[in-house]
């Protein structure tokens, strides 16, 4: 197995982690909703700090439900994770593509 090969596996396996360990550890259990986002976390902390809070302004869009608004989330991540995959691969085919073109000029007779 490769050096990067190593690599790689060793990302997923600690991504894996991340994601599985605070389901098995029970994180969460203690709390009505255990893996509510960071805005709701942050409008309840709002609220017991300061009753009387006033938002200095709405949201355009509220999502009927919390299904609606999820699916939104990933849509935003699958388009966000899209550039990221779009910009990565174009750099590589550059990269790759410059490589090419060292090795052709390099390889060429000396007469052309």
Do not use: C
């Amino acid at each position: 197995m490769s050096r990067n090969a190593k690599i790689n596996a060793l990302l997923l396996l600690a991504v894996a982690a991340l994601a599985v360990l605070p389901l098995v550890l029970g994180l969460g259990d203690h709390k009505e909703e255990p893996f509510a986002g960071a805005d709701a976390e942050a409008e309840t902390a709002i609220t017991e700090i300061e009753p009387d809070y006033e938002p200095w302004f709405s949201p355009l869009y509220e999502p009927p439900s919390g299904e609606i608004e999820s699916a939104l989330f990933a849509v935003q991540a699958a388009i966000g994770a899209g550039v990221l995959a779009y910009y990565f691969g174009l750099r590589r085919g550059r990269r790759q593509g410059g490589e090419r073109t060292a090795a052709a000029l390099r390889d060429a007779p000396e007469g052309d």
